[in-house]
């Protein structure tokens, strides 16, 4: 008898989650190799509903069936009393999650990859200490319940991170970059490029006069909006009662130019699948709908909680129960090139990056962070670096005007598709 048959005879629903993975992960420091370790992990997860009470046991690699049911019987005893209810089987949409020849790609390639990075960026400048990270990795996992879902889903990724990190006196320069696929590929050259341009231009100094001017978030340096966003529409905070956007379905919060997406059915991307890790079809669904508050995202609990139906958005490790999460968030590019956007500007601010992101109580829309890396934009044209210089704001308040949103788009940490974005008076503080 299987692990599902032997469980339904002892509680009313049952989920069993099954996972294997194997990751390959090249470490670089300070311009060095440090390691290179292959790992393989596999494991199951039960979930059972008893009383309407919700259990949960899981254990890694081979472990008596008996055993993880009596553990799950038991968490049941004390669990939440929540109504969920596991999916019936439904289909989803198709969508490539797997490229089988990632997995014939050797580690001196690997390695071959990170020296070349390395090599690279030290040519623009070689006071700087590099790090890379390349992490390929190799997942499966199967689901199946008492209410006849059983789906599946094998995915490839290929990731790779690079920092950049130099100190003159009191001068410290900290970029970082990283791209992410299914399959094997060179787009880390294009990261490369990107971190080559902006460590180029930060070895020119520039003086901003500091108060209210316009000022450009590059897509990096706009995780700084995109993170109170990605948290307000969190069904976990809006059950919780945490998110800002609780009551606010249907209303107006933004300039009408802000469109977010979460779409996992992109072909060829990481975070995409036919499927959520409870079983749930997935979709792709608007946001915030040209400023509108939309759509939450929901796991089977949190949806239940607020008496509606999960958004095939619950995510899940082997040892942690599902929760809500996005998978790629799209914000919809403009209409506007960037050289537009910045020949309209006689004295702003381009931001690159922030220091201390999601510090502090974001979620409320609040955020007062140091500039990491920005250049001041004089007359239209990038002129240099900018130091100690800080800004600050709320998204509630700054997004409902925004002055450009940019044709020009980029993915950022593998998850977030952002264009540039340009707030046209904000408060800028720091040395004349």
Same mark, same amino acid.
């Given at each position: 008898?299987?692990?599902?048959?032997?469980?339904?005879?002892?509680?009313?629903?049952?989920?069993?989650?099954?996972?294997?993975?194997?990751?390959?992960?090249?470490?670089?420091?300070?311009?060095?190799?440090?390691?290179?370790?292959?790992?393989?992990?596999?494991?199951?997860?039960?979930?059972?509903?008893?009383?309407?009470?919700?259990?949960?046991?899981?254990?890694?690699?081979?472990?008596?069936?008996?055993?993880?049911?009596?553990?799950?019987? /038991?968490?049941? @005893?004390?669990? %939440?009393? +929540?109504?969920?209810?596991?999916?019936? !089987?439904?289909?989803? #949409?198709?969508?490539?999650?797997?490229?089988?020849?990632?997995?014939?790609?050797?580690?001196?390639?690997?390695?071959?990859?990170?020296?070349?990075?390395?090599?690279?960026?030290?040519?623009?400048?070689?006071?700087?200490?590099?790090?890379?990270?390349?992490?390929?990795?190799?997942?499966?996992?199967?689901?199946?319940?008492?209410?006849?879902?059983?789906?599946?889903?094998?995915?490839?990724?290929?990731?790779?991170?690079?920092?950049?990190?130099?100190?003159?006196?009191?001068?410290?320069?900290?970029?970082?970059?990283?791209?992410?696929?299914?399959?094997?590929?060179?787009?880390?050259?294009? /990261?490369?490029? @990107?971190?080559? %341009?902006? +460590?180029?231009?930060?070895?020119?100094? !520039?003086?901003?006069? #500091?108060?209210?001017?316009?000022?450009?978030?590059?897509?990096?340096?706009?995780?700084?909006?995109?993170?109170?966003?990605?948290?307000?529409?969190?069904?976990?905070?809006?059950?919780?009662?945490?998110?800002?956007?609780?009551?606010?379905?249907?209303?107006?919060?933004?300039?009408?130019?802000?469109?977010?997406?979460?779409?996992?059915?992109?072909?060829?991307?990481?975070?995409?699948?036919?499927?959520?890790?409870?079983?749930?079809?997935?979709?792709?669904?608007?946001?915030?709908?040209?400023?509108?508050?939309?759509?939450?995202?929901?796991?089977?609990?949190?949806?239940?909680?607020?008496?509606?139906?999960?958004?095939?958005?619950?995510?899940?490790?082997?040892?942690?129960?599902?929760?809500?999460?996005?998978?790629?968030?799209?914000?919809?590019?403009?209409?506007?090139?960037?050289?537009?956007?910045?020949?309209?500007?006689?004295?702003?601010?381009?931001?690159?990056?922030?220091?201390?992101?999601?510090?502090?109580?974001?979620?409320?829309?609040?955020?007062?962070?140091?500039?990491?890396?920005?250049?001041?934009?004089?007359?239209?044209?990038?002129?240099?670096?900018?130091?100690?210089?800080?800004?600050?704001?709320?998204?509630?308040?700054?997004?409902?005007?925004?002055?450009?949103?940019?044709?020009?788009?980029?993915?950022?940490?593998?998850?977030?598709?952002?264009?540039?974005?340009?707030?046209?008076?904000?408060?800028?503080?720091?040395?004349?």
């Amino acid at each position: 008898m299987d692990l599902l048959s032997a469980v339904r005879a002892k509680a009313k629903q049952a989920e069993v989650y099954s996972v294997s993975s194997e990751s390959t992960e090249i470490h670089f420091e300070a311009n060095e190799m440090k390691s290179a370790t292959v790992q393989e992990t596999q494991g199951t997860a039960l979930r059972v509903i008893v009383d309407g009470r919700l259990g949960f046991a899981a254990a890694s690699g081979t472990v008596p069936e008996g055993e993880l049911i009596e553990n799950a019987l /038991a968490s049941a @005893r004390y669990g %939440d009393q +929540v109504p969920i209810v596991f999916p019936a !089987a439904a289909p989803g #949409p198709e969508v490539k999650t797997y490229d089988p020849e990632l997995a014939n790609v050797p580690i001196p390639r690997l390695v071959e990859i990170g020296r070349e990075i390395i090599e690279t960026l030290r040519d623009i400048d070689p006071d700087a200490k590099i790090g890379v990270d390349i992490d390929r990795s190799l997942d499966r996992f199967s689901l199946r319940n008492s209410a006849g879902a059983d789906t599946g889903d094998q995915s490839s990724s290929f990731a790779v991170g690079i920092s950049v990190e130099r100190v003159r006196g009191d001068d410290v320069l900290m970029v970082y970059d990283s791209v992410y696929d299914i399959a094997f590929s060179e787009n880390y050259r294009e /990261a490369v490029q @990107r971190l080559a %341009d902006k +460590v180029e231009r930060a070895k020119r100094p !520039a003086r901003l006069r #500091p108060g209210r001017m316009p000022v450009i978030f590059s897509p990096s340096g706009a995780m700084v909006l995109a993170l109170p966003i990605m948290m307000g529409v969190n069904g976990q905070n809006v059950q919780r009662g945490t998110s800002p956007m609780k009551e606010r379905l249907g209303e107006q919060l933004f300039d009408a130019r802000l469109t977010l997406w979460d779409d996992p059915t992109i072909s060829a991307r990481p975070r995409s699948s036919s499927h959520d890790q409870e079983g749930v079809p997935c979709r792709r669904k608007a946001l915030i709908h040209q400023g509108t508050c939309a759509e939450f995202l929901y796991d089977l609990r949190t949806a239940a909680m607020m008496e509606t139906q999960s958004t095939g958005n619950g995510a899940r490790g082997l040892f942690s129960t599902p929760s809500p999460s996005p998978s790629n968030l799209i914000f919809q590019e403009g209409d506007q090139p960037l050289r537009e956007m910045l020949a309209g500007i006689e004295h702003g601010l381009l931001v690159e990056s922030l220091l201390g992101l999601g510090q502090g109580n974001a979620i409320s829309g609040a955020f007062s962070n140091a500039i990491g890396l920005g250049y001041l934009i004089d007359h239209g044209e990038i002129t240099g670096r900018v130091k100690n210089v800080s800004i600050a704001g709320n998204i509630y308040e700054n997004l409902r005007e925004i002055g450009a949103i940019s044709q020009e788009n980029y993915w950022v940490r593998g998850m977030l598709r952002m264009p540039y974005i340009l707030l046209p008076d904000m408060k800028v503080v720091g040395e004349e």
